[in-house]
Nanobody, 125 residues
Framework: QVQLVESRGGLVQAGGSLRLSCAAS??????????MHWFRQAPGKEREFVAG???????QYADFVKRRFTISRDNAKNTVYLQMNSLKPEDTAVYFC?????????????????WGQGTQVTVSS
């Protein structure tokens, strides 16, 4: 059984910052060789790709978060992070951590094998 547990999100003012973390566990899951992703879903919208990091720490970002968000990983802690700066009201969504057993980043939600339960991020104007 693989579990992904996101940190609590929160309420932040526009222009503020927030860091999310996602801790992975599971006997059969080799974190260091997995691609890790963050997706988000706003009310009434489809789940969308935010950022991904591969096993070599190659990173990929959605255009709407470039230069504002940073994804990173700590393989010793089996944890992936999402540092979010210059937050905007349109960043309000439930943020999900996802893991893909393959090493390469994919922006397609269905390519991921495991999902966290999601954490709410609300940005006030």
């Amino acid at each position: 059984q693989v579990q992904l547990v996101e940190s609590r999100g929160g309420l932040v003012q526009a222009g503020g910052s927030l860091r999310l973390s996602c801790a992975a566990s599971g006997r059969t899951f080799i974190f260091s060789s997995a691609a890790m992703h963050w997706f988000r879903q706003a009310p009434g919208k489809e789940r969308e790709f935010v950022a991904g990091i591969g096993w070599t720490s190659f990173t990929q970002y959605a255009d709407f978060v470039k230069r504002r968000f940073t994804i990173s990983r700590d393989n010793a802690k089996n944890t992936v992070y999402l540092q979010m700066n210059s937050l905007k009201p349109e960043d309000t969504a439930v943020y999900f951590c996802a893991a893909r057993r393959r090493e390469l980043v994919s922006s397609t939600p269905s390519d991921n094998d495991y999902w966290g339960q999601g954490t709410q991020v609300t940005v006030s104007s």
